[in-house]
């Protein structure tokens, strides 16, 4: 080459020198430092020196070399993966294709098979006229005109006659409903899963609109006397009730009961509704109401009765305190309201005179005590003392009911006189207690009332809940005789109220909940049937017996006629109830044909009979301050004219009149006590007849109760029940009169006993009339039984 002379000798030796090295990198670091230092020799020699130049020129190739090899790599690693992606594309696309295709054949397939057999299905259900249930039964699934009553008294013909149920329901319609245009062409009664319980009855309309038109009327059943626990619902097939109660669970275990409703198989939202509605109470007792002079509440469907504070403080906008009732519009209906007693400030009572039945009337009253420690000023015990009073004059005027916040915590203290009281313990929530809550007890056990709360059925909480904290301080009050009437006593929480409400307080919820009680006024026990004090029969006439005929039991043919119809009642009727009945006949009509009869006097004063004050503890002490408290109380009313002087009396009549009230509660206690104490040494003493007669003689339990008890011991335990009392009652007396013949007499014994037990009878009567130790006629029945 021009300008280069390389000798064979050079490269030669170059390439021996490679050829030696084959397995040394090119790139290493020792080559690298070699080539440095050849560049350098390179570049330092002369440039015409051959070699230098060739190894330079074989280290620039060798470079260029290294990089395109490096360039190769990389594109030859890029072309793989493009090829490899490329060609995975094409093998899914050929496997979908080919799947897609023969799937798609058998699911085509598939699908025409499937419309065929449904085509010929529906061509077959077109074809049937009548299904089979329809066949069996056509009426069973007719359920569109049915109707489900619950809890109606089967009728007396009913209880005989099974198939009379259409007439115990067409009463229903006629007396409950006021429907004399719709009858029940069809009625069953299904057999009751419970003993006492009365079975659903199925019923069946003519037509729908009557169905309909006896739906829009059944809320009328409410006010009916005697159909308002008579409940109608449309009769569902046993899926739509299986439906509904799935329903029903599946909110329940959500926690969505309260927010949600089941209704005709659907899932609907409970709209927000007040508390009144909410309640749907019929009487409600309001507390501090905060109403001035004349103010009043209005709220739709009730009537309000209140009783504001005269006086308030001046420092204050609103008024204070303050009680009221609310009454409603339906319950007028059927009572009349009237205003006994609001003398005394913040107790306010009213009677409900019911217009078709007195024993049915109720005295309600609502109270407010303020709190110890108020700036009102007021004195517990002249409160309770007032209230005492009150109860004492309106407690036979009808069913006695009082409710308020008395701001008294009683604690564990009981609300009875524990082995004189017959009535089961409270639910005590709060152990606290105060003064109010002494007086409370003390008042509570003078007057013979006790707690609702806790006692009868139903939720027992606090009634009073704030940032203070808890408290039971309202109560609702009823005598013992009337714990039967209550059937449930809830005590609702604010707070649970708003969650069932849906309602949202303006400032901050209130801390006193409502006490809500239940009173079934429809099956009260009407103590007449068990009376055992006659009420006076004004159409019996009175004989003055002083004036005793010498001629009674004269004529010897009524005497005959009478002993032949005992004789022919006794053994061929073998009924002692008519044998007595005629010999009771007898003896009246003689009476009436020969003495003489009283003139039965009449005006204002004829019926007055004074009503002793003489109790077993009474004491000569407590004689003498009752007559101090009659005196100061006729002072008092007298007085007219000067004001001071009437301060005067009066203040004079209450301190006597509480120191009266005291020593006669403390008089009563410690005479119970030691009636207690003495019972208990009888007890212990094992003398059960001394222990019996002693008990016999105290009669203090039975104080408030003059009736016969309506209960009876049966195999399972003690039951009140009506029908089982009195069918208990039929069977020990005939057994105890219908005993079997004795075999160790023969006949002309027994008549011979029978003639002289009838001719003493007759004697000892006879002779008890001419001493005037009989009245009338009504002591006869007494004598001989």
Not at 563 to 586: G, P
């Amino acid at each position: 080459m021009a300008g280069v002379d390389i000798s064979n000798s050079t490269i030669r030796n170059q390439v021996d020198q490679r050829k030696r090295k084959p397995s040394q990198n090119l790139d290493g670091p020792e080559n690298e430092t070699e080539m440095k230092n050849n560049n350098k020799r390179v570049k330092n020699d002369d440039p015409n020196n051959s070699e230098s130049a060739v190894l330079y020129a074989i280290n620039t190739l060798t470079e260029k070399v290294n990089s395109v090899f490096d360039s190769l790599s990389s594109r030859m690693d890029n072309l793989e993966k493009k090829f490899e992606d490329g060609l995975s594309e094409k093998i899914a696309d050929a496997v979908r294709k080919v799947v897609h295709e023969e799937f798609g054949k058998e699911i085509s397939n598939f699908k025409k098979q499937i419309n065929q057999d449904i085509g010929n299905i529906k061509s077959d259900l077109d074809k049937l006229t009548k299904s089979y249930a329809e066949v069996a039964n056509p009426s069973a699934n007719n359920k569109k005109c049915n109707i489900v009553i619950k809890y109606l008294a089967p009728c007396t013909i009913e209880i005989n006659d099974p198939s009379a149920t259409m007439n115990t329901v067409n009463k229903l319609l006629r007396d409950g409903l006021k429907l004399t245009d719709i009858k029940v062409s069809q009625a069953k009664r299904l057999t009751p899963k419970g003993k006492n319980k009365t079975g659903l009855i199925i019923a069946t309309v003519d037509t729908f609109e009557q169905k309909q038109k006896l739906m829009k009327s059944k809320s009328s059943l409410k006010k009916s006397k005697n159909f308002a626990n008579v409940y109608i619902e449309n009769d569902l097939t046993p899926e739509m009730r299986n439906n509904d109660n799935n329903l029903r669970q599946i909110l329940k275990m959500v926690g969505k009961e309260r927010n949600f409703k089941v209704f005709g198989g659907r899932i609907l939202p409970n709209k927000a509704k007040s508390v009144l509605n909410y309640l749907n109470l019929d009487i409600i007792g309001v507390c501090e109401t905060f109403l001035k002079n004349d103010d009043n509440i209005e709220i739709s469907g009730y009537q309000w009765y209140g009783h504001n504070r005269k006086f308030k403080n001046a420092k204050t906008k609103r008024g204070s305190g303050g009680v009221g009732v609310l009454i409603k519009v339906e319950v007028l209906d059927n009572f009349s309201v009237s205003i006994l007693d609001s003398s005394v400030e913040d107790i306010l009572w009213i009677k409900l005179s019911h217009k078709y039945d007195d024993s049915n009337n109720i005295c309600f009253c609502v109270c407010y005590f303020p709190p110890e420690g108020s700036s009102r000023l007021n004195d517990g015990e002249k409160l309770y003392n007032d209230l005492l009073q009150q109860v004492y004059c309106y407690q036979n005027e009808g069913f006695v009911y009082i409710g308020g916040d008395v701001n008294s915590r009683c604690g564990s203290e009981q609300d009875y006189i524990q082995g004189v009281d017959d009535i089961n313990d409270r639910e005590i929530i709060d152990v606290s207690s105060n003064k109010y809550g002494d007086l409370l007890i003390d008042f509570l056990t003078s007057c013979n009332l006790c707690m609702l709360n806790g006692r009868a059925d139903g939720n027992n909480d606090f009634t009073c809940v704030s940032k203070r904290g808890r408290s039971v301080v309202d109560y609702v009050f009823a005598p013992h005789e009337q714990l039967d009437m209550c059937t449930s006593c809830d005590v609702y929480l604010m707070s649970n109220l708003r969650v069932d409400t849906g309602l949202n307080f303006e400032k901050s919820i209130l801390d006193h909940g409502p006490i809500v009680w239940t009173v079934n006024m429809v099956n009260v026990k009407k103590d007449i049937a068990c009376d055992t004090r006659q009420a006076p029969n004004t159409d019996r006439p009175r004989y003055n017996l002083k004036r005793f005929p010498l001629n009674f039991l004269n004529n010897n043919k009524h005497i005959q006629d009478t002993i032949d119809k005992i004789e022919n009642e006794l053994v061929t009727n073998k009924d002692i109830n008519s044998a007595y009945t005629e010999f009771v006949t007898l003896i009246e009509k003689e009476m009436k044909d020969t003495v003489p009869v009283l003139k039965t006097p009449t005006g204002p004063s004829s019926n007055k009979r004074k009503k002793s004050l003489r109790k077993p503890y009474w004491t000569e002490e407590l004689t003498s301050l009752w007559n101090k408290v009659c005196i100061k109380e006729k002072q008092w009313l007298k007085c007219k004219n000067c004001t001071n002087l009437r301060r005067k009396l009066k203040q004079e009549f209450c301190n006597i009149r509480n120191q009266f009230d005291k020593l006669n509660r403390n008089t009563k206690r410690k005479f119970q006590l030691k009636e207690q104490d003495n019972l208990s040494k009888l007890f212990q003493s094992n003398n059960t007849r001394d222990f019996w007669k002693y008990i016999g003689n105290i009669g203090i339990a039975n104080e408030r109760r003059q009736n016969i008890p309506f209960k009876v011991k049966t195999d399972e335990g003690f039951s009140s029940d009506v029908d089982v009392v009195l069918d208990k009652w039929k069977t020990d007396y005939e057994k105890l009169f219908n005993s079997g013949d004795n075999g160790n007499f023969d006949n002309n014994h027994l008549d011979w006993v029978a003639g002289m037990i009838l001719h003493y009878i007759l004697s000892n009567w006879t002779s008890s009339l001419r001493r005037n130790k009989s009245r009338n006629t009504s002591e006869s029945p007494a004598k001989l039984a």
